[in-house]
Nanobody, 115 residues
């Protein structure tokens, strides 16, 4: 079993920065796919940022230029750095990791952007 635990969410001010962390119960290596997704009530879960097994990154248009996905293999942690947060960024953010051909989801962390 693989467990992913997100943290770093909460209430943040518009325009502020945010760093989300996802700690895995197993080692995360470069060949594993990892991504951050988010979901709001009544909406489908959408991709925010991802890093493919080849190391390339992709971002949703709504967060391009102000988001960065990264990882620390020693800490077994995947990060999502976001800047200039907007109210529309409010959502539950989920970490996802695929180890070989099996995918795993975190429990999610709530991010609320409001003044």
């Amino acid at each position: 079993q693989v467990q992913l635990v997100e943290s770093g969410g909460g209430l943040v001010q518009p325009g502020g920065p945010l760093r989300l962390s996802c700690v895995a119960s197993i080692s995360i290596i470069e060949s594993y796919y990892m991504g951050w997704y988010r979901q709001t009530p009544g909406k489908q879960r959408e991709l925010v940022a991802e890093m493919t097994s080849g190391g390339s990154t992709n971002y949703a248009d709504s967060v391009k230029g102000r988001s960065t996905i990264s990882r620390d293999n020693v800490k077994r942690t995947v990060y999502l750095q976001m800047n200039n947060l907007k109210p529309e960024d409010t959502a539950v953010y989920y970490c996802f990791v695929r180890k070989w051909n099996t995918g795993y989801w975190g429990q999610g962390t709530q991010v609320t952007v409001s003044s």
